[in-house]
């Protein structure tokens, strides 16, 4: 399968990670075709995972498909680059029907568009008109001290460092009484 992979797709890059795990990259022209070669002729049926990287520095997103075999023997890691100005891939969610929701996901979290996917709407960020917040951009103590409202003045409130080594010198307290009630003194 590997020397099919690598002589078929033009790649040198293909690993085996563990005996039951292998990885290759692949141009993203080329991604449906090995995916659609592992399905049909290895029996990779099942898609677990999407998943994103952002590459900043480089100017593009790693995407990685994870597919398993039908058996759940094997994993197979394809991962693509794709540009992270004007992010787009094509759906898998009329081939797979779970990619519909991990493309939804990475729609919401960083701003990648999956033409042909008529379901990318809000799965957990309601009305977020910001900079998606897992692109590397995303400033997030920028975003918490513009945004969010602190809980200052509120009895509520607790430095959790503090209130953690209460807690701990509490428990601890506690536990020498049972010790000693347990002896007898």
């Given at each position: 399968m590997f020397n099919e992979i690598k002589q078929r797709f033009a790649t040198d890059d293909v690993e085996v990670k563990r005996n039951d795990l292998y990885k290759v990259r692949i141009k993203y022209s080329r991604l449906f075709e090995l995916m659609h070669m592992l399905r049909d002729e290895y029996d990779y049926k099942t898609l677990n995972a999407i998943t994103c990287t952002d590459w900043i520095e480089e100017g593009h997103f790693a995407l990685t498909y994870m597919l398993t075999t039908e058996d759940r023997k094997y994993t197979f890691m394809i991962q693509t680059m794709i540009n992270r100005e004007d992010a787009q891939a094509k759906t898998l969610s009329h081939e797979y029907k779970q990619a519909q929701i991990m493309e939804r996901d990475l729609h919401e979290m960083y701003g990648i568009d999956f033409p042909g996917n008529e379901n990318l709407k809000e799965l957990s960020l309601e009305s977020w008109v910001h900079t998606p917040p897992l692109r590397r951009e995303f400033d997030t103590l920028e975003f918490v001290t513009n945004h969010l409202i602190f809980r200052e003045g509120r009895e509520d409130n607790?430095?959790?460092k503090a209130e953690t080594k209460r807690l701990r010198a509490e428990k601890?307290?506690?536990?020498?009484k049972d010790e000693e009630v347990k002896d007898g003194k």
């Open positions: 607790v430095d959790t601890k307290a506690q536990k020498s």
